[in-house]
């Protein structure tokens, strides 16, 4: 969107009251995609934050009950559907924790998510942050000296995931597979029901 596509949509009532009925409808039902239509709609077009970490706050409390529910059935998220979005929430709020240094935080939401998906080459690239967060790599740092600033352009799903790094994933991670093996003994208490 332009600039003055943005302040138009901004300053439309019509639009905007669409938009508070949609957000209204996507908080009483819980509809997770819905939610995160409505997010990026309230991000795109900057408005109130107390609405955006609202929105924001519904969809982590869903995503947070639904990977717990995962964890009770021994089951696995695709990256499919609803799936996807839970996968998104639980993954950002990763990141989020990360940004903040709080890499203790982070590092047992990637590994509860790096257990819980069934999908290779997204568990590969969780397992490289995880190890970054296990040794306090700075957020900032990490991009800077291990993600390929070009990513692969891959199906639509992989597009809100950091995937493609400085070295080959499976040759670094079997490098490091006596760490990752310490980890998940570390953190294993997570997955516990």
Known sequence: MTETELMQARTN????GFLEEKE???MESKNI???YEVLDSLLILDLDDNRINKVY?????????TVQTKLDNHTKFSLQGDDFFYIRAFYEHAIEKWSYKNFQGAKELLFVLSQIIDDELLTEAIYVKLLACDQEVDLDNFYSSTVMHQQTARDEKYAYFILDFKFDTKNYLASKAKELS???????HLLQV
């Open 182 to 188: 310490e980890l998940h003994e570390k953190l294993k």
């Open 13 to 16: 009532p019509e639009f905007l």
């Open 57 to 65: 706050e519904t969809i982590l409390m869903i995503a947070f009950n």
């Open 24 to 26: 209204k409808n996507a």
């Open 33 to 35: 995609a819905e939610l």
